[in-house]
């Protein structure tokens, strides 16, 4: 038996379980399974399987006018992996008092499941300045977006540009962002049921996919 409930009978609002521990072999049975951790500071882990799932498509990301001004423009380049403690640290960053659910553990086990080669980072540079990021796990043909942060207005969007490429071009079927944000949702992001969405991790999840680093890497995506 796993160490999780059955998410289909869980609450959509709500956690399913809570406890336990962030070893990369309980974060990996907790991906394919279609739930993630959200701890509460130093406190115990949460476990969540939300209903309904937000997930942007291969092909669905919506691309702005001024973002593609921004694609346009270059002066900024783009890498995968290569920073991936710095991008982690970084979305873990809050102004004081809006504290973190990316606590020092939470870093300590993205790292070991970057070190797997499960964790992979998308990186946004000026010069030698790490402008802007996201961090995932890639779960066969799935890809579940963490965090991302940008230190410069659409740094953040230039790294979902850039990594929509990555899935796009290594036969990912799916962006799995977890939760809907207006901000997400104004780069694509659509619902799902969670039935649907654990139908789709079941199908892929034991399919290779292919993370190709240099595909990010260089000088902006285009649009």
């Given at each position: 038996?796993?160490?999780?409930?059955?998410?289909?009978?869980?609450?959509?609002?709500?956690p399913?379980?809570?406890?336990?521990?962030?070893?990369?072999?309980?974060?990996?049975?907790?991906?394919?399974?279609?739930?993630?951790?959200?701890?509460?500071?130093?406190?115990?882990?949460?476990?969540?399987?939300?209903?309904?799932?937000?997930?942007?498509?291969?092909?669905?990301?919506?691309?702005?006018?001024?973002?593609?001004?921004?694609?346009?423009?270059?002066?900024?380049?783009?890498?995968?992996?290569?920073?991936?403690?710095?991008?982690?640290?970084?979305?873990a960053?809050?102004?004081?008092?809006?504290?973190?659910?990316?606590?020092?553990?939470?870093?300590?086990?993205?790292?070991r499941?970057?070190?797997?080669?499960?964790?992979?980072?998308?990186?946004?540079?000026?010069?030698?300045?790490?402008?802007?990021?996201?961090?995932?796990?890639?779960?066969?043909?799935?890809?579940?977006?963490?965090?991302?942060?940008?230190?410069?207005?659409?740094?953040?969007?230039?790294?979902?540009?850039?990594?929509?490429?990555?899935?796009?071009?290594?036969?990912?079927?799916l962006?799995d962002?977890?939760?809907?944000?207006?901000?997400?949702?104004?780069?694509?992001?659509?619902?799902?049921?969670?039935?649907?969405?654990?139908?789709?991790l079941?199908?892929?999840?034991?399919?290779?996919?292919?993370?190709?680093?240099?595909?990010?890497?260089?000088?902006?995506?285009?649009?």
């Amino acid at each position: 038996m796993g160490r999780f409930p059955d998410p289909r009978w869980a609450p959509g609002d709500a956690p399913l379980a809570w406890g336990g521990d962030l070893h990369v072999d309980t974060l990996v049975e907790a991906y394919r399974e279609g739930i993630f951790p959200w701890p509460a500071d130093e406190g115990p882990i949460w476990w969540w399987s939300p209903d309904p799932r937000a997930v942007i498509p291969p092909g669905g990301l919506h691309i702005s006018r001024s973002l593609r001004r921004t694609l346009r423009r270059g002066g900024w380049r783009c890498t995968s992996d290569r920073a991936f403690a710095d991008v982690i640290a970084a979305c873990a960053d809050r102004p004081p008092g809006d504290g973190t659910w990316i606590t020092p553990g939470m870093q300590e086990a993205y790292l070991r499941l970057h070190e797997r080669g499960i964790g992979h980072s998308v990186e946004v540079w000026r010069g030698r300045d790490l402008i802007g990021g996201l961090y995932g796990v890639a779960i066969g043909r799935l890809f579940c977006g963490e965090s991302m942060f940008h230190r410069t207005s659409d740094a953040s969007k230039v790294a979902m540009v850039a990594t929509m490429r990555i899935l796009e071009r290594g036969g990912f079927v799916l962006f799995d962002v977890q939760l809907t944000t207006p901000h997400l949702a104004s780069m694509g992001a659509v619902e799902i049921s969670r039935e649907e969405y654990l139908d789709l991790l079941r199908t892929h999840r034991d399919t290779p996919a292919t993370w190709d680093v240099t595909v990010a890497r260089g000088d902006l995506p285009r649009a």
